[in-house]
């Protein structure tokens, strides 16, 4: 019986004469286990066990006969559940045929929609010439060498390297032995180039500053700092001359040109991929608000743990463990604060997978076979070892599931109507 959304109720009752049999053979499993004054082992009286025994002999037989009539119901109906279920208002009597009730929740059942040409925006990226100079120009940077200059005062324009101390206003104290500013910089804050502009090497100079409230350092915004600056050197950024020379240290490229089009390649696959990924989101987000359908709340609830604890491992840079997590958080208030996402999370899903079947796409063994691989090369340790290990974990069907889904995401890709 469906009660809303995925919760189902069933009504189950098992014959007299089966619980009987399960009672003999639970009784006849205790005579050959337990120990009795007076009797050899395996020679007490039935009529013994059972008394001295009636509560886990009731018990034994509970826990053989809900479950297997409980699955062999489910089975007839036909129904995908999902999660434990809910066992409740047992009556369970001597003489009696046993009668419970079951709550659980099922996988919902989809009817797809058109899911080929929806529309979404999308435009094939462009790189321009001006975009490759830029990208040309922070390689340049990177590669610059940094030369010493004779003392003289700091003057905007000049690389400051200095020593920094706090004298006041944070705690812990700031020290650092060797920094290196840009005086005059735009973005730095301007009390740094007043402090050391006009400076010369091996002078120091104290002053304060007022960090703004939504500053990105969290320990010092809003808080009025004062620092010693001792000025050590002042250098200058000498940048390599853009030639095929330059190319040439760069790697595998003889001339400035093959460079050029190294650039304009991988940016405009990086592009490609940025707006792919974004029309993906939408085309998603599109087939979401098109089907209206119930989410288990199991399935819901494992969403916002996933979440939490990815949130919580990227945040300490290490594995979280989901039970510690909800004990040492206030759980209800977190969860709340997940739940719209992981609703939509576990649509997409659902959804994804359903568009996987109805298309009949799959991983092939080939497939499974190079991410094996790959992850065998991270690890560095043979095919064969790696390959065990992710069995063991159950992350070859994590893997061939990620590879079907991301197929079917492709297929909805390439036949969406894309608008500009």
């Known amino acids: ?104 929740e099922v996988a919902p059942v989809i009817e797809l929609k058109d899911h080929r040409g929806v529309n979404v925006h999308y435009h094939e990226p462009e790189v321009t010439p001006e975009d490759i100079d830029k990208r040309l120009e922070e390689i340049r940077d990177r590669k610059a060498q940094f030369v010493n200059i004779d003392p003289r005062p700091a003057a905007d324009g000049d690389y400051a390297v200095i020593s920094l101390d706090s004298l006041g206003g944070v705690d812990p104290a700031i020290h650092q032995d060797e920094m290196t500013l840009l005086v005059g910089d735009p973005d730095k ?34 808080k009025s700092v004062s620092f010693r600056a001792t000025l050590k050197t002042l250098q200058r950024k000498e940048l390599p001359e853009l030639n095929d020379e330059f190319a040439k240290d760069l790697g595998d490229y003889q001339t400035l040109d093959q460079v050029r089009e190294a650039i304009r390649v991988a940016m405009a696959r990086e592009r490609e991929l940025a707006a792919q990924g974004q029309a993906k989101e939408e085309l998603i987000d599109k087939l979401i608000e098109s089907h209206d359908f119930p989410v288990p709340e199991a399935y819901v609830e494992r969403q916002i743990e996933a979440e939490a604890e990815d949130q919580f491992r990227r945040a300490m840079g290490k594995e979280i463990d989901i039970k510690k997590l909800k004990e040492s958080v206030d759980w209800e208030r977190l969860s709340a604060g997940l739940r719209a996402k992981a609703v939509h999370d576990v649509k997409a899903s659902l959804l994804i997978d359903r568009v996987a079947e109805v298309e009949n796409l799959f991983a092939t063994q080939d497939e499974v076979d190079k991410e094996v691989q790959r992850f065998a090369r991270q690890t560095r340790e043979p095919v064969a070892a790696a390959r065990k290990k992710l069995e063991k974990s159950g992350a070859i069907a994590r893997i061939a599931n990620r590879i079907r889904n991301e197929k079917a995401i492709n297929l909805l890709f390439e036949h969406a109507r894309k608008e500009a």
């Open 1 to 104: 019986m469906l009660i809303e959304g995925c919760k189902h109720e069933l009504e189950i009752t098992v014959p007299e004469d089966e619980i009987a049999r399960e009672t003999e053979r639970v009784v006849s499993d205790l005579q050959k286990k337990v120990r009795l004054p007076g009797f050899r082992p395996g020679k007490a009286p039935a009529s013994i066990i059972r008394s001295r025994f009636g509560g886990e002999v009731r018990q034994d037989v509970l826990e053989h006969l809900v479950p297997r009539h409980f699955q062999k119901k489910v089975q007839e109906e036909e129904l995908n559940v999902v999660g434990v279920p809910n066992i409740k208002d047992v009556h369970f009597h001597e003489g009696e045929p046993m009668r419970f009730k079951a709550e659980f």
């Open 189 to 222: 804050l301007p009390e740094f180039t007043e402090a050391l502009r006009g400076l010369s090497p091996g002078e120091e100079k104290e002053f304060d500053i007022k960090y703004p409230d939504d500053y990105a350092q969290q320990e010092l915004a809003g």
